[in-house]
């Protein structure tokens, strides 16, 4: 009897191991090469590659560089490289071959004969060239890579659990605002809209306009933080505040960045007021 319990719990372990190595690994990326962390090991791997995998082979490499060089600037070095990873593949979406144009096909294959003469012969490292026919590759229309993740506009708004980033189109000059959730409990990535959805969260809407009828939310990024800890009821909750701009302003909360709470509100130049309990 003693044998068959040590046995089930040497099971459970077993298990709980590789649940937990699985959901690291698809936490970090899909796809046949996501389970590489750098790109360096990605392309020691090269001469395993098949023709049919090219297209997410050079895609994973290309994000893992730019993850890379974001993790370079001193105030992202205690950014885990997985969340920098995610923010480049948000801003960068995989371009397949068979949606490409006939002219975007005719680049890519012409990128990737270079690559692969660069890729065989270890060639990977602080080259120009390389760089140019991978973003060639990734990107031959020359259109949806002009945008970047800006990386000076990189903000932890809650340590290891919420970031805020920019992409930044050069070719436009146009500006967005993302937000990266860490949810633990589940270990999943999540990119997120921290003002409420008008059509989906209507009964906050209602709360809000009840107290603040002509209140917009600011477009710069808020300040957030977390429920008391010594509180059960509150410690999964996340507080959003808005930017503050010397108007009206409000404080709300969630817990899974879907449903939104509000909590206390100020009409400009009075004191906050908290939110009356909604009655059951």
């Not at 899909?30 to 392309?43: F, P, V």
């Not at 004969?113 to 760089?131: D, I, W």
């Not at 990024?221 to 059960?232: A, H, I, T």
């Not at 969630?254 to 400009?268: E, G, W």
């Amino acid at each position: 009897m003693d044998n068959e319990n040590i046995n089930y719990k040497k099971m459970r372990r077993n298990l709980t191991v590789l649940f937990a190595l699985l959901s690291i690994s698809f936490a970090f990326g899909q796809g046949k090469y996501g389970k590489y962390l750098n790109s360096k090991k990605l392309a020691l791997s090269y001469k395993s590659v098949k023709d049919v995998d090219k297209d997410d082979y050079y895609q994973q490499f290309y994000w893992l560089v730019k993850a890379e060089q974001l993790k370079t600037y001193p105030h992202l070095k205690d950014v885990k490289p997985v969340v920098l990873y995610e923010f480049v593949k948000k801003v960068n979406p995989q371009n397949p071959t068979k949606k490409l144009d006939e002219r975007g096909k005719e680049l890519r294959a012409t990128a990737e004969l270079s690559l692969n003469q660069y890729f065989k012969n270890k060639k990977f490292e602080n080259n120009s060239v390389l760089m140019y026919n991978l973003e060639t590759y990734v990107d031959p229309s020359k259109g949806q890579y002009y945008t970047k993740v800006d990386p000076e506009k990189i903000k932890e708004l809650v340590p290891k659990e919420l970031f805020a980033f920019n992409s930044l189109n050069r070719n436009l000059g146009e500006e967005k605002t993302y937000y990266l959730w860490i949810d633990k409990k589940k270990d999943d990535f999540n990119i997120v809209d921290i003002i409420p959805d008008e059509k989906e969260d209507k009964a906050f809407y209602t709360r809000l306009k009840q107290y603040l009828p002509n209140y917009k939310f600011s477009k710069y990024v808020p300040s957030v933080k977390k429920g008391n800890k010594s509180d059960k009821t509150d410690v999964d909750y996340y507080y959003i505040m808005p930017f503050e701009q010397n108007t009206d302003n409000i404080e709300y909360k969630t817990k899974d960045f879907k449903t939104y709470i509000l909590s206390q509100y100020r009409k400009a130049g009075d004191e906050w007021k908290g939110v009356e309990k909604t009655k059951k």
